[in-house]
């Protein structure tokens, strides 16, 4: 189990580095369809693994003066995305204390990161019969991220892909420029996330060897995804998206039938 984790965050965080999704929306559905751990834990794993792999990229962007993340536009972004962190972190909670069921809340997550999802394939197919908006009010911008701060958190993915539409949609960057910028807004979500929980008390029982070992997936992914990305064109990050978003509605139909199935689905259960 313990090498699967590692894998999976490993492979997620390189998809995830050459298309700026942070790979949680990989690590997420997958960690819930081997049954890997509770959706509390897996969601709080992901985060962390999503975390580590954007500060490596963030980091590497701003040290090597790239200047393809645009501050203006996405620290208005970043910051509303932090407090969107904060209001999805409480809204999970929420959802988890009113279903009481770890299963029922997994099936809401699966549910709305499914119709999110293929709202997002269809936005991607269709991207260039649509003409892109260029918001310029910071103000209008720290709503947005607001919207994608708690989308993001509530569902332990890291938001990437909606992050990608948004920023096409409303400021005109093209995929490239999106998938930094995206990795920027999702570092802001991510650390708010993660500080409210500790605040909070409200960090679920996992074992320090997985956390080590997704955390260090995560960075090698980005590693090797920042690496790819720099070699490849736009026309290939976005077909490499279509097909992860086909990937990803196909395995959140399945973890929502399992989720909602009378019958409790295997656990391996992470090592503890």
């Not at 701003?62 to 996405?74: A, K």
Request: aromatic share 8%; with cysteine; net charge positive.
């Amino acid at each position: 189990m313990e090498l699967l984790l590692l894998f999976i965050s490993l492979g997620a965080s390189v998809v995830g580095g050459i298309c700026g999704i942070g790979g949680g929306i990989i690590i997420k559905p997958v960690l819930d369809l081997v049954g890997a751990a509770s959706v509390s834990t897996i969601s709080f794993l992901s985060s962390c693994t999503v975390l580590s792999m954007s500060a490596y990229n963030v980091s590497l962007s701003f040290l090597s003066r790239s200047r393809i993340i645009d501050t203006s536009t996405g620290t208005p972004l970043a910051l509303g995305a932090a407090a969107g962190g904060l209001c999805g972190n409480i809204l999970f909670h929420f959802v988890c204390a009113a279903v009481g069921s770890d299963r029922a809340a997994g099936a809401a997550q699966s549910l709305c990161l499914l119709v999110l999802t293929l709202g997002t394939l269809v936005y991607t197919l269709k991207k260039s019969a649509i003409k892109p908006r260029c918001v310029e009010s910071r103000l209008a911008s720290a709503g947005i991220g607001l919207s994608l701060g708690l989308l993001s958190s509530f569902l332990g993915i890291g938001g990437g892909p909606f992050n990608l539409v948004v920023l096409h949609y409303f400021y005109g960057m093209d995929t490239k420029r999106s998938a930094a910028n995206s990795l920027y807004i999702i570092l802001f979500s991510q650390i708010t996330n993660l500080l409210l929980s500790l605040i909070r008390g409200s960090i679920p029982e996992f074992s320090v060897a997985a956390l080590v070992l997704m955390i260090t997936g995560g960075i090698l992914g980005g590693i090797l995804g920042r690496y790819i990305n720099k070699r490849i064109d736009s026309k290939a990050v976005d077909k490499l998206f279509v097909g992860l978003l086909l990937l990803i509605v196909c395995i959140c139909i399945y973890n929502m039938s399992r989720f909602l199935s009378p019958f409790p689905p295997v656990s391996s259960g992470l090592p503890s």
